[in-house]
Each structure stands twice: as structure tokens, then as C-alpha cells.
T-cell receptor, first 114, second 117 residues
């Protein structure tokens, strides 16, 4: 079965420190990869996506993600965390070839402490 | 409109009642999706519309759930005879995507929080 795993329910990091939110997937072929963020009482906001090309993808708010095909991972990173980055982060994949629904991970809550 | 809108933002209903949730996608987006987000869980795909094609209903959890998309724009998700386990946030998304299109991101609405008492 196709699936997305976010192994950490919560990630805690001090403001100014680098952060990583992990994502691995089990999907056949070369899927499209996405990160979304959800702030309290708001809908999901698109952060970044990987289609093809450079394995390091840069997105909104200083976030980036690294695609690793051999490890089937797409970890979200930021060099210096802000308190305002505290939110719920979702990794999602979309298999290629006319299969349009996103398969989401369970989400990781990021808490950035002052 | 500027983004995906959904109404109502909150809905409280009694077990056994029917509810309708509405989604207005971004103008010009041909694809529309419904997802369900239960407390403490990720998003669960429900149904997908693409243009005039037959919808992908593979995610609907039971025959109490149905959805329509009129005129290729507004969509309504209907839940009949609601149960307490239907309580969740129902999210709608739209995208430019055509089937097999290159990774078009989905833009999400704020959701409708459904509470079944």
C-alpha cells in the first residue's frame, strides 16, 4: 500500500537553531513530493514541492527540503527556526501518471521555543 | 475569488441528521478535492473532480457520503444520517491540474469543522 510516514509526532527546537522535520514515503515510481503547513484554525498552506531536478528544493518562509531517492525521503529543513514557525507540518506525495490525489503523512507538530 | 472558500466554517448537528458542506474553488481551477482531517490524524482523501470526467470516489468511507460539482465550479459534500465518527474538519482543495499534469500544488480552503452530537 502507498503511504507516507512522518516518524515524529512533535519536534521541539530552540529559536535560532536549525530544524528538520522528517518524511519518508512508500510509493511506486517517482512521485511528486510536497510540504504543507497548517497554522491553528487555518487551512493548509503550500510550502514547497519537488518535481524533478535539483534534490534541494527551496520554498516559502526560508524552508527547504532535500529529496533522497535511495532513502525515499523528503525531509523539511530550515537553517534558523523562528517562534512563528510553530505549526503542524504535513508531508504529501502524489504518484505520477494521472493519479491526482495527495497521500498525506499524519503530520508533525513543530514547537519552536524562545 | 482570491482563494478557496468553504461554508459553513462550523457545523454542529445531531446524530442522524443530513449535512451539506460547500466549497468554492479558485476561479479557473479544473480540479477539486475533498479531504477529511480527524482529530490527531492526517488528511484522508475523500473524492476528486477533474473537469467533466467522472469523479474519483474511491476515498468516500460509506454510501452516506456523496458529492457533486455543478458547472465545473462549486462543490457540495453531503453526509446523510450523520454519525459521531463523522466529526472532523472537512477540507476542500483545488488545483490547475490535469490528469498526469506536472505536480500542480493544491490550494486548500479553511475547512468546515463538523461536530456530530
Amino acid at each position: 500500500a502507498q503511504s507516507v510516514a512522518q516518524p515524529e509526532d512533535q519536534v521541539n527546537v530552540a529559536e535560532g537553531n536549525p530544524l528538520t522535520v522528517k518524511c519518508t514515503y512508500s510509493v511506486s515510481g517517482n512521485p511528486y513530493l510536497f510540504w504543507y503547513v497548517q497554522y491553528p484554525n487555518r487551512g493548509l498552506q503550500f510550502l514547497l514541492k519537488y518535481i524533478t531536478g535539483d534534490n534541494l528544493v527551496k520554498g516559502s518562509y526560508g524552508f527547504e527540503a532535500e529529496f533522497n531517492k535511495s532513502q525515499t525521503s523528503f525531509h523539511l529543513k530550515k537553517p534558523s527556526a523562528l517562534v512563528s514557525d510553530s505549526a503542524l507540518y504535513f508531508c504529501a506525495v502524489r504518484p505520477r501518471g494521472g493519479y491526482n490525489k495527495l497521500i498525506f503523512g499524519a503530520g508533525t507538530r513543530l514547537a519552536v521555543h524562545p | 475569488g482570491a482563494g478557496v472558500s468553504q461554508s459553513p466554517s462550523n457545523k454542529v448537528t445531531e446524530k442522524g441528521k443530513d449535512v451539506e458542506l460547500r466549497c468554492d474553488p479558485i476561479s479557473g481551477h479544473t480540479a477539486l478535492y475533498w479531504y477529511r482531517q480527524s482529530l490527531g490524524q492526517g488528511l484522508e482523501f475523500l473524492i476528486y473532480f477533474q473537469g467533466n470526467s467522472a469523479p474519483d470516489k474511491s476515498g468516500l468511507p460509506s454510501d452516506r457520503f456523496s458529492a457533486e460539482r455543478t458547472g465545473g465550479s462549486v462543490s457540495t459534500l453531503t453526509i446523510q444520517r450523520t454519525q459521531q465518527e463523522d466529526s472532523a474538519v472537512y477540507l476542500c482543495a483545488s488545483s490547475m491540474g490535469l490528469a498526469g499534469g506536472a505536480g500542480n500544488e493544491q490550494f486548500f480552503g479553511p475547512g468546515t469543522r463538523l461536530t456530530v452530537l
